[in-house]
């Protein structure tokens, strides 16, 4: 039941979305951020795929095209922390949109170089695209998606990367040996550029972004009808958002109004989060076969980190839309630090590895999807793309360390101790998620006590802040 102060000042489209049956416009939306998240797998593990052939054809030492991997992971950082923050600015859709297109020409452009160099800042810029793109759209998928079924959305098109990147190694494998690794690139640059296209025509704004700025009454209207083609929103409507303006450096704000423990217990959960998922993810088809076993054996097991990853992150996206607890997380992160133990305890039993890694994938892969989840709940909609943008940069850092900290152990002579090192950011991040579910008022985005709600009327002039 509404509360009946609220309904004299207007219309909660927040509890209005939340109320209404899931249809056929929200999984359009959805359906186009799944669209743009699978090219970004794509692109984003492209050059992990033909990273062999690149480096023969171009004369390239393998070794350096290490730091060329990396820059796509650097560019994804500082796409979440520098422009992810404009979504709360200027709008969701002109960030996705824009962001497909920067990544889809620095794509393109990958295709036509010639050396390290150019290599190097095609990706670079590649990643600044994917970066941006990613904290916005979980933003603007969130605020579309009723609360019950919020975080198995952002899941469905987190899964969607890896879908992304599975399809991209099926599209360089057919490629490269008819067309050249350049068609890779050349493929990973025209999809994002013509979904960016769908994107223009069909993507809508974000409603409760519309109602923040106000002055777009009349679009906030024709949004609220598609979703519920049968209700009524009589011309002139308020429409209300039960969350607080933020004035000033927007970062800031995600330290203000009592959200600085929040955002610090966050980013140490992606950093602990991603870079284990990077670090098992560079480092098990090595360490296994280092432990006796074939190497297509190893590429076999690991593929069951990602495959458990993909049921897991289903698993706890329903879970996470019953509870909306930080528990729930804290507990996976918990079970994913037995499991990766559990690996460097396995020995050459493939039974026993392939019970491990996939019980590892399930709590990694999954907390981490499910992290994004909880993340744009814990925001309010003036920040939430800052604010999951900065998670996300954070843990870039932490994917970028990851591989490095496998290196250095491996190279110190512990390839027995790795997984055992491993398993200790699974803790970490299960600890702070504890921390995370005790602290009042974290697991939700509402407005603190005695903040005024946003009101935009229907009749507003454009313009309106």
């Known amino acids: ?10 219309l909660n489209v927040r509890q209005f979305v939340d109320e209404q049956p899931l249809g056929p416009y929200q999984v359009m939306v959805l359906g186009l951020c799944v669209a743009i998240v699978l090219m970004e797998g794509f692109d984003a593990q492209a050059m992990g795929f033909v990273a062999p052939v690149v480096s023969k054809q171009l004369h390239i030492a393998r070794t350096a095209l290490g730091p060329v991997l990396s820059s796509g992971l650097a560019g994804m950082m500082i796409g979440a922390l ?31 170089a010639h050396s390290l160099s150019s290599l190097l800042i095609y990706r670079l810029t590649t990643g600044i695209g994917l970066g941006a793109s990613l904290p ?8 579309y998606m ?37 068609s890779v690139f050349v493929v990973g640059g025209i999809l994002p550029i013509g979904i960016a296209g769908v994107l ?8 409760r972004y519309l109602v923040v700025k106000g002055g777009r009454g009349e679009l906030v209207t024709r949004y609220l009808a598609k979703i519920a083609p049968r209700a009524a929103i009589a011309p002139g409507t308020n429409f209300v958002v039960d969350e607080p303006r933020h004035a000033g450096f927007v970062v800031g704000q995600l330290f203000t109004q009592g959200r600085a423990p929040k955002t610090l217990l966050l980013w140490i959960i992606f950093f602990m989060s991603l870079l284990d ?37 289903l698993t706890l996206g329903r879970l996470i839309d019953r509870t909306t607890s930080y528990r729930v997380l804290a507990f996976g992160y918990l079970v994913a630090t037995v ?24 709590c990694v892969v999954g907390g981490q999807i499910g992290a994004n989840a909880l993340a744009a709940e814990s925001y309010p909609t003036p920040l939430r793309s800052t604010g999951i943008g900065w998670c996300l940069g954070i843990g870039r850092i932490g994917s970028i360390t990851g591989p490095l900290v496998g290196s250095l152990i491996l190279s110190g002579g512990a390839a027995n101790r790795v997984f055992s090192i ?25 407005s603190p006590a005695g903040s005024r709600p946003v009101v935009a009327a229907a009749s507003e002039s454009p313009g309106g802040s």
């Open 1 to 10: 039941m509404r509360d009946s102060a609220m309904e004299a000042r207007g």
């Open 82 to 112: 520098c422009l992810g923050p404009l979504g709360d600015r200027i709008g969701r859709k002109p960030v996705i949109v824009a962001s497909a297109l920067l990544f889809g020409a620095a794509s393109l452009l990958t295709a036509t």
């Open 136 to 143: 916005t759209m979980i933003a603007l998928e969130a605020e």
């Open 146 to 182: 009723p609360k019950r079924l919020r975080a198995t959305s952002i899941v469905i098109a987190g899964c969607g990367f890896s879908l992304g990147a599975t399809m991209g190694g099926l599209v360089s494998a057919g490629l490269l040996d008819r067309f050249g690794w350049q």
């Open 200 to 207: 223009i025509a069909w993507l809508p704004e974000s409603i």
């Open 277 to 313: 998922v990077y670090f098992l993810n560079s480092w098990l088809p090595t360490v296994i076969h280092d432990s006796g076993i074939a190497v297509k054996a190893a590429i076999v097991i690991t593929t069951l980190f990602q495959g458990g990853g993909t049921i897991g992150a």
């Open 339 to 362: 499991c990766v133990f559990l690996i460097g305890s396995a020995g050459a039993s493939v039974p026993l590895l392939g019970c491990a890694v996939f019980g590892a994938g399930f």
């Open 422 to 446: 491993a398993a200790v950011p699974m803790l970490i991040a299960g600890v702070a998620g504890f921390f995370a579910a005790n602290i009042p008022g974290f697991e939700t985005a509402a």
